[in-house]
């Protein structure tokens, strides 16, 4: 398939998803596609195949939060534990008014991403290479941003460690999340109060055509993160945070 009719089939996703978008994007995303399936093919960035079925797992899925307001108005963005991009890349292009950090701790990863970039032309994107823990420590990005998301990294508790700490005091985490959203809630919403955050409702983000219970879950900012947070590299899996909600957090 040409990249034309690449071009036309994501215009047409989007719009059955009641996704809004400018009239640039389906051509970037496009280009993004055709880059992923080749980069693919010399190293593991996803176990999806399928055009159609990359376009909605990643590029669909990632843009699905541009219906619910969440992302409305917020001009920094970091996407921790990036991967490929999702959902950090594919939200940058869709909002060029947005400055965007995309986070991984692995070099070729970003490598792929210094490529998506210069291709599509995004000029809107900052690379950081850093583990989680560690860059949450760095000055410049702890508690920078107004949105901090991940999709498909981690447990609802240990997102909190890895993300909040990046997250402005007023602003939110957005973590992408599937059917065992429910079984993370209780551990999570302990986490958050931990960490300075508050959980707040899922929204539902279906995609059309499928049958993927996928949800968003906003987590509020509502203190400073506690300078203890996050620990140090690898703690915050071996170790979550889901302890004994403090007696304050029970009233």
Request: proline share 7%; charged share 25%; net charge positive.
């Amino acid at each position: 398939m040409m990249e034309r009719d690449h071009e036309r089939m994501i215009a047409a996703r989007l719009e059955a998803n009641r996704i809004p978008f400018h009239s640039e994007l389906p051509g970037k995303l496009a280009v993004y596609l055709r880059l992923l399936r080749a980069w693919n093919e010399k190293m593991d960035l996803t176990a999806v195949e399928g055009e159609a079925d990359l376009l909605d797992r990643h590029f669909t899925d990632s843009l699905t939060v541009l219906r619910t307001g969440l992302v409305t108005g917020a001009p920094t963005l970091i996407d921790v534990g990036t991967g490929a991009g999702f959902p950090g890349m594919v939200l940058a292009m869709a909002l060029p008014e947005a400055r965007v950090t995309l986070l991984d701790s692995q070099q070729k990863r970003l490598s792929f991403l210094e490529t998506v970039r210069t291709e599509t032309g995004t000029r809107n994107v900052t690379l950081v290479h850093v583990r989680a823990e560690d860059g949450a420590r760095q000055p410049e990005l702890r508690e920078q941003f107004d949105l901090a998301c991940a999709r498909a990294v981690a447990p609802l508790n240990v997102l909190c460690e890895l993300l909040l700490p990046y997250v402005r005091v007023g602003g939110r985490m957005l973590c992408w999340k599937g059917p065992g959203l429910a079984e993370e809630m209780e551990s999570g919403r302990r986490a958050a109060f931990l960490l300075g955050g508050r959980t707040e409702e899922p929204l539902a983000c279906p995609v059309e055509g499928r049958d993927w219970d996928h949800r968003i879950l906003p987590v509020l900012k509502t203190g400073a993160t506690p300078r203890k947070y996050p620990r140090k590299a690898g703690v915050p899996k071996r170790d979550p945070l889901a302890g004994a909600l403090p007696q304050r957090c029970k009233e």
